[in-house]
């Protein structure tokens, strides 16, 4: 008989009718294949909103995750329960983070009382907007644990923030994200491994591999580490259990009850009998400034918070370090009397209360999966100058210490607060793209939604009213330049597009571009997906005003340059490529290969410019011709290779005798010409004689080749400008002359 109920095709008449139900797919020892637990995933009715993906989309759009949220987990608990997935099983039921607060935790911990004794249940938080409510979040996993249920992260690996709150949360069981099972191994995937592995080697956490679809799939799930896996492998999600697989106990580890203390202080975190010091403020601002040089280093799975006691303490200064903290690791947050909830874009703040024992202390947290550290310090309530103020404190690496005192300070990071809506939003400021997105809009909405979704450039819109300006909407091209889902990107700030590599210069200047409310234009460096596989982005932003003229939006227009950019580095490198060998031809030409210095043609266009000058300075240069004597006896008789060697030396030695700005230069076989430029016309020739003398008394020194002493001598002659010649050949010609002569005494008389 075919159904005349009409479709439920808007997220309120799925509300309205409680028309959410859970399927269930089994999870599975990988070493046994016994089946341990179940997750719980939400379905809507048959219609558009049927898949979890367009109905979590349509409720965050609506206004309404709460309301859905906690209506998929009421359903999970009662349909296991007729289900009858009873004891030993487990049933892994999801809650999103963001709605913690306006979905509190009573009505689902209730639901346990109604479950089959003994039926564990694993709360999983998803790693999408685990900074937004951090305080809630780890409040929730402290009411979870006293009823004695488990925690799962889930979609480890997706981004980078659940690597850094992992610590924090300490969960029981880590879901792998099906990329890391289901892609080719990376560099981001050695890196999510590395961290997962060793926290479940510090802490017994179980490693689930989600995704696994075939053999393949398993073996890299072993590979990766994990003990459970899920997947179509091992049974599609269905409404009742598998009856194919034997059953067993998921066992595990024991977590302590209480993880969050919104009432503890980061120095009482430290354990007792911890050796205390003295300092004043002076050395904790250049330790504390050193921690933060640390977790720059670490990159985007570090967490980093901070107390300031009062608003006053954060600096600008401070802000400008904390800027790059903000843009080069996971969570940053700061803490102190009078701090607002964003003391600079992207930091976390919080005011603390002046009977809150973390208001009298200064603490520095920072902690990322393979390091911790903290400065844990109390005010000693010194006056006088403000730099000599004493603190007593620890400086300690201890794990343990270091995490819980990360919690004492996160458990007080209040939620983000939403952005203000006006009475009259259409009158008031522009819609925002989710209201453009949602169905029965007026027909220019539709027409902008269909337009942004169609083009083939990517598109971004940020909420600069909200802290860390989210974004709220993406198209799909934007989903593709990024390699992510627009469910893993909505809600971030998008500056996870970056990466180390990225100019510095181009993201300070495109940050003082948004601070302005001005465009912005540029082709910078980003990373796509989970392998962080990197491209060039032509950028393109602009702000969005409401009707005071207030900046309430930035759409972002992003283009793949890559080829383009790669196209001009090449031609770019091709040109330096050519100036180096033109470089080298010139080099060639006007080198001699032996000795490295000028030959003729370039001593020449030397001496010229030379003689040039001291044409208009009224200066005197001199030119000393070089033939060395006894050079030819040590070439025959010890051969070319030797006579080389001797040249080198001699070359070595006259310039070791010459001034920086004298000229030298191997004319050829064992002669050489020397420069001497700047000279007194009245004491020209006599300086000349005195180089002479010089050159002469290094080149009487023995040199030795092959283990023996060789010595030689040389000749020279000088000619002097303006006396001898104006012009570089006819004072060649005349030192050439009087070399000869005082070489060849008895044919200069003949």
Known sequence: MISTQPALSTIDEVLHAAAVHSVYQPIVELDTGRVVAYEALARGPQGPLHTPDALFAAARAAGRLAELDRLCRSAALRGAVEAELRPPLTVFVNVEPEVLESAPMDELLAIATTAPAGLRVVVEITERALATRPADLLRTVERVREVGWGVALDDVGAESMSLAFMPLLRPDVVKLDLRLVQQRPGPAVAEIMN?????????????????????????????LGASLGQGWHFGRPGPTAVTDRPVGSLDLPCAEVRVA??????????????????????????????????????????????????ARHFTPATSLRYRDLVARTGFVAALGEDLPVEPVPGVRGAHLAATDPVRGEWDVVVLSPHFSAALLARDLG?????????????????????????????????AQPAPATPADPGRDRQPTAAAVARDGGTVEEVLLHRALAATTSGVAIADMTAPDQP?????????????????????????????????????ARMRAAIREGAEFRATLLNHRGPDREPWWNEIHLAPVLDASGAVVQYIGVQTDVTARVTVERELLQERDRTRRHLAQIEELAYTDPLTGLPNRRRFEERMEAALWQARLGGDAVALLFLDLDGFKAVNDARGHAAGDELLQVVADRLRARLRRGDLLARLGGDEFLVGLPGLDPATALTEAWQVVGQLCAAL???????????????????????????????????????????????????
Do not use: W
């Not at 330049?481 to 627009?486: E, K, N, P, V, Y």
């Not at 005082?742 to 003949?750: F, I, L, R, S, T």
């Open 195 to 223: 961290a997962v592995n060793g926290y479940a080697e510090r802490t017994g956490a179980l490693v689930l591999a989600e995704g696994i679809e075939d053999e393949e799939h398993l073996a890299m799930a072993s590979a």
């Open 261 to 310: 203390g919104a009432t503890d202080s980061p120095f009482g975190c430290l354990p007792e009998g911890t050796q205390l010091r003295t300092a004043p403020k002076a050395l904790l601002i250049e330790l504390s400034k050193h921690l933060e040089r640390q977790a720059m280093r670490l990159g985007e799975t570090c967490v980093v918070t901070a107390t300031f006691q009062e």
């Open 382 to 414: 010194d006056s006088g100058p403000d730099r000599q103020r004493r603190y007593e404190y620890a400086l300690t690496y201890d794990r343990r210490t270091v995490e819980r005192a990360g919690v004492a300070l996160v458990a007080r990071v209040a």
């Open 471 to 507: 974004l709220l909407y993406v198209n799909a091209a934007f989903e593709q330049l990024a390699g992510l889902s627009a469910a893993q990107v909505l809600g971030r700030n998008c500056r996870f597009l970056q990466g180390p590599d990225t100019d510095p210069g181009v993201v």
């Open 700 to 750: 009487a020194e023995p040199v030795l080749l092959g283990g023996e002493p060789v010595r030689v001598s040389a000749s020279i002659g000088v000619s002097v400008h303006p006396e001898d010649g104006a012009e570089f050949g006819p004072l060649l010609h005349r030192a050439d002359a009087r070399m000869y002569a005082g070489k060849h005494p008895a044919d200069a008389a003949g």
